[in-house]
């Protein structure tokens, strides 16, 4: 059953792999960045307060993001496994991940292997500053301009970074190389996953 957190800077193709991996596993693609952008869309309570963030190029909330991936995780087709797109984007969030497994596996009766979660692997996608910006003005979605997409890269450095080495020195990471066609990145995920201890064969 695979059970994946897609890492990597804006732009760097976390929603394109995360779509054609959860299509080739079988499993769900939860994707924080389009619930978000669908909140923002039906102007719910949710997506009227996390608009500004997106459109300063800010995280949203943690307190937001919690509940919000918590409704989703609890939805009967994650049951099959997932591929977390987006999430965790900072500490705090990465410590959610290990509460809302070590939670259900409790649930499920489930003795936990060690480290407070289940099997889940950390991939992580890897370009320069240079190739992500030149996508993403390409892309031309409402939060891709020049100022926002700098002030995302910053966020990135200082919030998302950090998970690198705290996924890391759990043995979870595998780090890939992202400035490639979109066929060879799918390939080089597959074969991380595939011969991972993490992914529950
Ligand atoms: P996201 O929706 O996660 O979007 P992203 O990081 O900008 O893009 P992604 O990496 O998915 O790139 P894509 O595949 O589209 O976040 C948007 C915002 O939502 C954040 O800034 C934040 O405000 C908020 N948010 C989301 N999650 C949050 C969380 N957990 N906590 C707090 N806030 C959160 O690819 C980009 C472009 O490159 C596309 O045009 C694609 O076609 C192209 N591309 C992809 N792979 C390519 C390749 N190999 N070669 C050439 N082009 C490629």
Request: net charge neutral; charged share 30%.
């Amino acid at each position: 059953m695979v059970k994946l957190l897609i890492l990597g800077p804006p732009g760097a193709g976390k929603g394109t792999q995360a779509a054609r991996l959860a299509g080739f596993y079988n499993v769900a693609h939860v994707s924080t960045g389009e619930i978000l952008r669908s909140n923002v869309a039906r102007q719910t309570p949710l997506g009227i307060q996390a608009k500004e963030y997106m459109n300063r190029g800010d995280l949203v909330p943690d307190s937001l993001i919690r509940n919000m991936i918590e409704d989703r995780l609890a939805q009967p087709d994650t049951k099959i496994g997932w591929i977390l797109d987006g999430f965790p984007r900072n500490i705090n969030q990465a410590s959610f991940v290990d509460e809302l497994l070590s939670k259900k596996m409790v649930l499920k009766g489930e003795s936990d292997p060690g480290d407070g979660a289940s099997r889940f692997l950390a991939v992580n996608l890897v370009l320069s500053d240079e190739v992500l910006v030149k996508r993403l003005l390409a892309r031309g979605r409402a939060d891709d301009n020049e100022e926002t997409i700098r002030r995302r890269l910053q966020v990135h450095n200082q919030e998302t970074e950090p998970l690198i080495e705290f996924y890391r020195s759990r043995d979870r990471l595998v780090s890939v190389e992202g400035d490639r066609s979109v066929d060879a990145v799918t390939q080089a995920l597959k074969e991380a996953i595939d011969s991972s201890y993490y992914v529950e064969k």
